[in-house]
């Protein structure tokens, strides 16, 4: 008996363990005074859609971190539309696929979970000439309030293996059309789209990700939620829906349904999931990781010492400067400047023998003032430096 109680114990100690996880509120570091929340675009290409149930490793390490990204949460209070909103996030989106539009998301975070409430979108004006040859013909988009049937939670607390949830809610945009050739002088006109989206969490295990800096892997005890959502398009024109003709024309199809999925993994200490993935058909499209997984406390980290040191010079710049580095191969490496919202503005590509590199930069005339990142790559996409720079 006793040897017997032994072989198990051996057996229990040996095995690889994986705990299963409970992310409480206070293990969520987004709180109501609002933050600024760094992530990271990573490579979706070669990624595999996450495999559920119980510990699972998932490794990601793999895949190439592409650009910095960042979004703000600011506090709010007293909102008259959305009274019990405390965070909102300013963003945009794209008005009947057509043009950009402002978009202000109005959100809550409680001891339920973190969710949001509803939106509201600014007003402009397309001239739709492009789009339907009329020289006079406009698209007026009004700004408009879309309060949700119920809350749609981006995370609940406590949030646990195998928890559900379903939401539905319908996003109302309204606008004025002008089409000389369908005799539409201002015509009111509204879309709506549907969202009917099932939550659960598929899964707890080992979440494995590229340490921000290139230094490596990070891993982490992680939540592996599943969303999947169908979106339902309804377009009316006066009243009533709208002929497909004049559908066509915008390129907009009356029922059209779209079926799409997001895997987020939520571990602790974080201000945001620790990694997002985007999924259409059987394909994922689009990876984002939080930059603050350089700083979970169960995470292990291995630093291989490869990074390089980069010293860029005058910062802040009025526009020009140089950046000197030791490329360590002869092939061909990368610089890369990226804004506050992860857009690439500028790429030199460094074609030169290893050694010392003295490179001259300068910002395209569009680019605003601001902080940058810029980030040194080198064939196989491997970040070698990284940094930042003011442009006055």
Do not use: C
Request: glycine share 8%; net charge negative.
């Amino acid at each position: 008996m006793k040897q017997a109680i032994l072989l198990l114990a051996v057996m229990f100690f040996a095995s690889p363990f994986f705990g299963q996880i409970t992310i409480e509120h206070s293990d969520y570091q987004l709180d109501t005074d609002g933050a600024t929340v760094a992530s990271w675009q990573i490579e979706p290409v070669g990624s595999s859609i996450p495999a559920e149930g119980a510990n699972v490793s998932w490794d990601y390490s793999g895949q190439a971190i592409l650009s910095p990204f960042s979004y703000t949460k600011v506090p709010v209070a007293s909102d008259p539309t959305f009274p019990t909103a405390n965070l909102l996030e300013a963003t945009t989106g794209l008005a009947l696929n057509l043009v950009e539009q402002s978009a202000e998301f109005y959100e809550r975070l409680d001891e339920d979970g973190f969710s949001v409430l509803g939106r509201v979108t600014g007003a402009l004006t397309l001239p739709a000439q492009g789009l339907t040859g009329g020289p006079n013909d406009t698209i007026s988009f009004l700004g408009s309030a879309s309060i949700y049937e119920e809350p749609k939670y981006y995370i609940k607390f406590p949030l646990n293996y195998e928890d559900a949830w379903n939401t539905e809610i319908n996003i109302n945009s309204n606008y004025l059309m002008t089409v000389v050739a369908f005799g539409l002088d201002h015509v009111p006109a509204s879309s709506n789209y549907n969202y009917v989206e099932t939550n659960t969490v598929a899964g707890f295990g080992t979440l494995i990700l590229p340490h921000p800096d290139g230094t490596g892997t990070v891993s982490m005890d992680a939540l592996l939620l599943k969303s999947t959502t169908v979106r339902t398009d309804s377009f009316f024109l006066a009243g009533q829906p709208a002929p497909q003709l004049m559908l066509d024309v915008l390129g907009l199809q009356q029922g059209f349904t779209k079926t799409y999925s997001s895997y987020s993994f939520y571990a602790k200490e974080l201000n945001r999931s620790a990694l997002n993935l985007l999924v259409e058909g059987d394909q994922v499209t689009g990876m984002a990781m939080a930059d603050d997984v350089r700083s979970v406390v169960s995470s292990t980290r291995f630093t291989p010492g490869y990074l390089i040191a980069a010293r860029v010079f005058p910062n802040p710049t009025a526009g020009d400067f140089h950046i000197n580095f030791e490329k360590t191969d002869a092939r061909n490496w990368t610089i890369s400047l990226y804004n506050s919202l992860g857009q690439l503005v500028k790429q030199e590509i460094i074609d030169a023998p290893y050694g010392e590199i003295a490179e001259d930069i300068s910002f395209p005339a569009s680019a605003s003032a601001g902080l940058y990142q810029y980030i040194i790559r080198n064939a196989d996409k491997r970040i070698r430096a990284s940094g930042q720079i003011l442009l006055k």
